[in-house]
């Protein structure tokens, strides 16, 4: 029988509007993907870069961790920042009295409640559009 043994990772989930990803963040070196790509290749730009390094730089992390994630859903924007999100939650559970104060300054476990405004019945198309009314 095979004892059940703790996995090496930290899991979690991050949303943004539609999009969801879910990490695991390993101790150690390694290459950091998303959806079996790296990173740099799936959310280029430096934009971008900006986004999803920021938790490892609150940690100081970005030599001694690295991270797996798969996103679904949303737009690029969304999911960079989901990503980011999930990756924060995964550190604070990894290490919560050490890493909770600095992504909380920087306000990476805060989920990002904003999103799309249904399209209401009887609106000219869009959710807050008027439909026009006839000048006589």
């Given at each position: 029988?095979?004892?059940?043994?703790?996995?090496?990772?930290?899991?979690?989930?991050?949303?943004?509007?539609?999009?969801?990803?879910?990490?695991?963040?390993?101790?150690?070196?390694?290459?950091?993907?998303?959806?079996?790509?790296?990173?740099?290749?799936?959310?280029?730009?430096?934009?971008?870069?900006?986004?999803?390094?920021?938790?490892?730089?609150?940690?100081?992390?970005?030599?001694?961790?690295?991270?797996?994630?798969?996103?679904e859903?949303?737009?690029?924007?969304?999911?960079?920042?989901?990503?980011?999100?999930?990756?924060a939650k995964?550190?604070?559970?990894?290490?919560?009295?050490?890493?909770?104060?600095?992504?909380?300054?920087?306000?990476?476990?805060?989920?990002?409640?904003?999103?799309?405004?249904?399209?209401?019945?009887?609106?000219?198309?869009?959710?807050?559009?008027?439909?026009?009314?006839?000048?006589?």
């Open positions: 029988m095979t004892k059940n043994k703790k996995p090496n990772y930290t899991y979690a989930a991050g949303r943004r509007r539609t999009a969801i990803a879910r990490a695991r963040i390993f101790f150690g070196k390694g290459i950091t993907t998303v959806n079996a790509k790296p990173i740099e290749e799936y959310f280029p730009g430096a934009v971008n870069k900006e986004i999803w390094s920021k938790p490892f730089k609150a940690v100081e992390g970005s030599d001694k961790y690295y991270a797996s994630i798969k996103v859903g949303g737009g690029l924007r969304g999911q960079v920042e989901a990503a980011a999100h999930a990756i995964a550190f604070t559970k990894e290490n919560r009295e050490q890493f909770r104060t600095p992504l909380k300054k920087l306000g990476l476990l805060t989920r990002d409640s904003r999103i799309r405004e249904r399209r209401k019945v009887g609106m000219g198309g869009k959710a807050r559009r008027k439909k026009q009314s006839p000048k006589r």
